[in-house]
């Protein structure tokens, strides 16, 4: 037995979840409302206040969806009820961040500023050197993050960039001078 997919759910109090024909899973809760259709080969069952992920046998493809489906239905549990958050850090001179509306500004050390336009369901804020993205789509607010960072990742050398604020970045050894 998938050890992830076997462990129920629990559902907190305040939080709705519909398992429709096709496993089609809506999840509403005091931050939002979270749908997906998840693998039909997979067997949601809807006990009082938790939830059961059951696999119909063990094919390799019925056991690695099994975790799977588990994981989702949670994320979006968690995500209605604590919601997710992702921190990003500006390193470099002359590198910044400025929020206006829903448009986040990066100046990058490009000729020009880096504009972003916040996705639908997520907000992003900045204090400081750090950009903070929040949003109840654990995907979505990894997804964001993920292409703020593209715009100018961090480099070995002396560090600037984009990096999560717990990201290591493993450090090289510039060039010697002759003697």
Not at 85 to 108: D, F, I
Not at 115 to 128: A, C, F, I, N, Q
């Amino acid at each position: 037995m998938s050890r992830i997919g076997r462990m129920p759910i629990a559902i907190p109090a305040g939080v709705t979840v519909d398992i429709a024909e096709n496993n089609h899973v809506t999840v509403k809760g005091p931050k939002g409302t979270l749908e997906r259709t998840l693998p039909s080969e997979m067997e949601i069952k809807l006990d009082g206040a938790e939830v059961t992920v059951t696999r119909p046998n063990d094919l390799k493809r019925m056991k690695s969806l099994h975790g799977l489906t588990r994981t989702l239905i949670n994320n979006m549990v968690v995500g209605v009820t604590d919601g997710y958050k992702k921190e990003l850090e500006v390193n470099g001179v002359g590198y910044r961040a400025q929020k206006s509306g829903k448009t986040l500004q990066l100046h990058l050390g490009f000729s020009h500023p880096v504009e972003m336009e916040d996705p639908e369901g997520l907000e992003s804020t900045v204090e400081g050197n750090k950009i903070v993205i929040t949003g109840i789509d654990k995907e979505k607010v990894g997804q964001y993050a993920a292409e703020i960072r593209d715009k100018r990742r961090p480099e070995p050398y002396k560090g600037k960039g984009i990096k999560y604020a717990d990201e290591v970045i493993r450090r090289k050894v510039g060039k010697t001078g002759k003697k």
